[in-house]
Each structure stands twice: as C-alpha cells, then as structure tokens.
C-alpha cells in the first residue's frame, strides 16, 4: 500500500501550487495530479454540481490505486469535503483559505479574503468566518474571472492586472494588512499582487500547510512510502497539455504529463 500514489486533484491548473509543496515536502512519493480544467471554473457552479465532479474526480484516483486524497481546490473542499469523507475510506486532506494565522497577526484588525464565489458562499466558510467575526473585520472578494486567465496562461496580462487592482481596491480602504488567498490558483498571481499591494500587506497562502498536513496523516496511517528513490510523477489533463506543462517547468523528475478525457 505504501508504494501507492498520492492523488491530487482541482478544477484545474491552480491546484499544482499544492502540488509543489507536497512534492518539495515528500520528494519520494508518487503522485497523480488531475486538472479537471475542461470544467473549470468550479467556482460558479452549484454545491451539487461540485459535489459530483469531486465524486468524479475521485473515484478516478481511487481506481488508479490512490492511498490518500488531496482537494487541492478551496471549492471542491469547503463544498465537498465532508461529503467524499463520509463516501469513501482513504485519508482525504482539504484546504480552506487560511483566516486564522491571518486573524492572529493582524495589526489592523482588518483582513482580506480573495477566493471563489462557491467558496465564499459554502457553509464551511461561513462558520470559519463567523468564528472569527468577534476579533476581526473580513472584507471577503470573490475574484470572478482570475481563474479563467490563469487556465488560459495570461498571469501578466493587463487584464489579469485590472481585475485584481479593482478586488483589492475595497480591502485597502478597509485598512487591510493581510490578503488570504482562498484558490489555488491564486499563488500564481503573487508576483503581480505584490506589485500592485503595499509593502505592509502579507499575503497568505497555506500551500506549506497542506503539505505538512499531508505528511502528518500519512504517518499517522502507516502509509508513507519508505523507498529512497524519487517518485514518479504522473499529470493528467482534460483540455490542454501545453497549459498544464507550463506550469510544471519548474519540476524536474520523472514527470509524465497527458491528456485523459474525464
Ligand atoms: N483552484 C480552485 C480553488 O481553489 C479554483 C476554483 C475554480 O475553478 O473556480 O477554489
């Protein structure tokens, strides 16, 4: 069981900023990472829509042998989590945007939360919020159309910078210092954030976290892979490899990248 992959999955290309973390983290794992980018973005979808391309795309892992799931996509968890949790027997590890390191730092009292509509509106997110209404103030964004450009590789274009000036527009007149980015497809903007963002707003981003979480469940279950010898690294798409591929220029290892119609 050990020598099985890890899966992965997302509405798309984004969730390979999870990715990283994990294959930095647990360089000796096998990993299958889905980019359910024909269907993306989830974000606008209904909670049932999201509910059952997670089944989808689960049960796709699940047939390829997987030994523990990661949801690498804020939607897809705070929408389906607790669903595939109670459908399915493997660990599954999720990620929400991270409110609570940045309600501990915050010197303002006032945080922004960049995410996806059907991320916004989940009942996950609500309760996570509402948990921290007493101590701060949240000023929540949805970035409709960020995804779209980022499946489409424009990450520097005008637009992709237009967009975001408008979202954060309303957080800096909020006194805002610190922006969570609740997508995963959002660390790919950080570059341009940083341009657009003053120097005293920290952005957060808690793909480190996942990945250490994933190393404490797979302890925890016995189920690390114990080789010494790197893992391989397979990638499937169903739309387009050049995409997926150019997020991925950065990895070395054996990676395989292909498309799959799922
Ligand atoms: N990466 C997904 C997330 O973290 C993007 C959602 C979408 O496809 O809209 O929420």
Same mark, same amino acid.
């Given at each position: 069981m050990n020598a099985q992959p890890i899966g992965v999955f997302d509405s798309g290309v984004g969730g390979t900023s999870i990715w990283k973390e ?9 990993t299958i990472y889905l980019a359910d980018s024909k269907n993306a973005p989830y974000g606008q979808k209904s909670s049932e829509e999201i509910i =059952?391309? !997670? ?22 968890? @705070?929408?389906? %989590?607790?669903?595939?949790?109670? &459908?399915? #027997?493997?660990? *599954? ?10 309600a501990l730092n915050s010197g303002t009292g006032t945080v922004g939360v960049l995410a996806t509509k059907g991320t916004l509106s989940s009942s ?16 929540? /964004? #949805?970035? *409709?159309?960020?995804?779209?450009? %980022? ?5 520097? !274009?005008?637009?992709?910078? /237009? ?9 800096? &007149? ?7 980015? $609740? ?23 808690? $793909?480190? =976290? ?13 189920? /690390? ?13 169903? &739309?387009?490899?050049?995409?997926? @591929?150019? *997020?991925?220029?950065? %990895?070395? $290892?054996?990676? /395989? ?6």
């Amino acid at each position: 069981m050990n020598a099985q992959p890890i899966g992965v999955f997302d509405s798309g290309v984004g969730g390979t900023s999870i990715w990283k973390e994990i294959h930095a983290l647990l360089p000796h794992e096998h990993t299958i990472y889905l980019a359910d980018s024909k269907n993306a973005p989830y974000g606008q979808k209904s909670s049932e829509e999201i509910i =059952a391309l !997670s089944i989808k795309n689960t049960e796709l892992l699940l047939a390829r042998g997987c030994k523990l799931i990661v949801v690498a996509c804020n939607t897809a968890t @705070t929408n389906a %989590i607790a669903y595939l949790r109670e &459908k399915y #027997d493997v660990p *599954f590890i999720g990620i929400e945007p991270a409110i609570k390191p940045a309600a501990l730092n915050s010197g303002t009292g006032t945080v922004g939360v960049l995410a996806t509509k059907g991320t916004l509106s989940s009942s996950l997110f609500l309760k996570t919020s509402k948990d921290h209404a007493g101590e701060i103030t949240i000023v929540e /964004q #949805d970035g *409709f159309g960020l995804v779209p450009l %980022i499946e489409a590789g424009k990450i520097n !274009s005008n637009e992709t910078r /237009q967009l975001l000036t408008h979202y954060i527009e309303p957080m800096l &007149k909020a006194n805002m210092d610190h922006i969570v980015l $609740g997508c995963t497809h959002y660390p790919y903007l950080i570059p341009v954030l940083r341009e657009l963002l003053p120097p005293h707003v920290n952005i957060i981003d808690c $793909g480190a =976290a996942v990945a250490k979480q994933t190393l404490a469940v797979l302890k925890k279950n016995n189920l /690390q892979n114990t080789a010494k010898t790197s893992g391989l690294l397979r990638f499937y798409t169903n &739309k387009d490899t050049k995409i997926l @591929t150019s *997020f991925l220029e950065d %990895i070395d $290892g054996l990676k /395989q990248i292909e498309y799959l119609n799922f």
